[in-house]
Each structure stands twice: as C-alpha cells, then as structure tokens.
T-cell receptor, first 112, second 114 residues
Framework: GDSVTQMEGPVTLSEEAFLTINCTYT??????LFWYVQYPGEGLQLLLK?????DKGSNKGFEATYRKETTSFHLEKGSVQVSDSAVYFC???????????FGRGTSLIVHP | DTGVSQDPRHKITKRGQNVTFRCDPI?????LYWYRQTLGQGPEFLTY????????KSRLLSDRFSAERPKGSFSTLEIQRTEQGDSAMYLC????????????FGPGTRLTVL
C-alpha cells in the first residue's frame, strides 16, 4: 500500500537558518504530493503541492520538488523564522483516490 | 470566515458517555472527510462523504462510531460509550470535485475521555 516516511523530529534551528525536512514515499502510479503545516492547537493547512514529476511547489518561502527517481518530496526553506515553528506533514494522494496518506509529521522549533 | 468549522473545539467526557461533534464544510464543497489524530501521528482516515452519501469507512471506525451528513451540508460524528482510547483530535476536511481533491481542514475537536 501507499506510505509516506518523514524524518523524525524535532528539528531545532536558529532563526535565519536553512531548513530541510526529508520526505520519501511509496505509491503505485503517479501520486500527487503535498506538504501540510499544523500550528499548535489548529488543524492542518495546505502549504504546497506538486502533481507530477519535476514539479516544484512553493509557498511562503517554502519549496519542494517532486522527484520521481528518488521518490522524494523534501521540504526546504532558505531562512526560517520563529513563526515557522509548527508540525509539518508530508502526504500523497494516489490517482483515483480521494483519501491522502499522511506521514507522521516533523516538528520544527525555531529559536530567536 | 468561509473555512471549515468544527464544534466544539474541546470536549471532556467520562468513559461510557456518548459524544457528538459537528463539522460545517466550505459551502460549495461536496466532499467531507473525518480523520482522527493522536499525538505524534498524522491524521488517520475515518470516513468520507460525497454529498449525503457515506462512500467509504475505515476499519478504524468501530461500531461505536457513526457519522451522518443528512442534507449534504454539515456532518456529525458520534461516538457511543466512549473509551479512554478514543481520546484524540478529530479533524474534519472538505473538498470539491474537480479541484485536484485538495482538502481544506477545520481546526479540530480535541476529545479527552477520563
């Protein structure tokens, strides 16, 4: 079945540091890939997505590129802020399905 | 605010009691989903509606859980005879056909069973 593996957290960074959160997946066919962010006490918000190989999703300074050859969708940001502290979830949606498969989430803590 | 809303945001109950949660999706969205999320985990799918029809249920959804969407708008999730293991965040999401199935999540209802 489909699965998503994320790097374990927490990831702790100083403000303005470079961020990478790794995500790899297993799926049949060509899934769509997503990153969601969850701030404390809130639901998930879609951060960015990519629907086919080599697509780059981007939003609010975050980027992720759909790499079919390595089955990866790593999240990056060049300079993190304290306000980026949250839990980040990688997810995939296989073609023909309406139900995404989520990773376990990676907590990001950014210190001033 | 035209996002997904959930009520209540927090619920504390005693073991054995019944609880009901409500979800109001984005108005033009025809699909509605319920998920459960426990600490340190991603959302786990429970059930999904297209309009008023419940089209899929997870094996996680025991007989004590029931969900309805009577008019294809808001939905309720009821848990009967709650157990401590039901303590979790219950998330609702909605989406619209033809928009890549992008789901929009509500803020969740946090259930604590004592």
């Amino acid at each position: 079945g489909d699965s998503v593996t994320q790097m374990e957290g927490p990831v702790t960074l100083s403000e303005e540091a470079f961020l990478t959160i790794n995500c790899t997946y297993t799926a049949t066919g060509y899934p769509s890939l997503f990153w969601y962010v969850q701030y404390p006490g809130e639901g998930l918000q879609l951060l960015l997505k990519a629907t086919k190989a080599d697509d780059k999703g981007s939003n609010k300074g975050f980027e992720a590129t759909y790499r079919k050859e390595t089955t990866s969708f790593h999240l990056e940001k060049g300079s993190v802020q304290v306000s980026d502290s949250a839990v980040y979830f990688c997810a995939l949606l296989s073609g023909g399905s309406y139900i995404p498969t989520f990773g376990r989430g990676t907590s990001l803590i950014v210190h001033p | 605010d035209t996002g997904v809303s959930q009520d209540p945001r927090h619920k504390i109950t005693k073991r054995g009691q019944n609880v009901t949660f409500r979800c109001d999706p984005i108005s033009e969205h025809n699909r509605l989903y319920w998920y459960r999320q426990t600490l340190g985990q991603g959302p786990e799918f429970l059930t999904y509606f297209q309009n008023e029809a419940q089209l899929e249920k997870s094996r996680l959804l025991s007989d004590r859980f029931s969900a309805e969407r009577p008019k294809g708008s808001f939905s309720t999730l009821e848990i009967q005879r709650t157990e401590q293991g039901d303590s979790a965040m219950y998330l609702c999401a909605s989406s619209r056909t033809g928009l890549g199935n992008e789901q929009f999540f509500g803020p969740g209802t946090r259930l604590t069973v004592l």
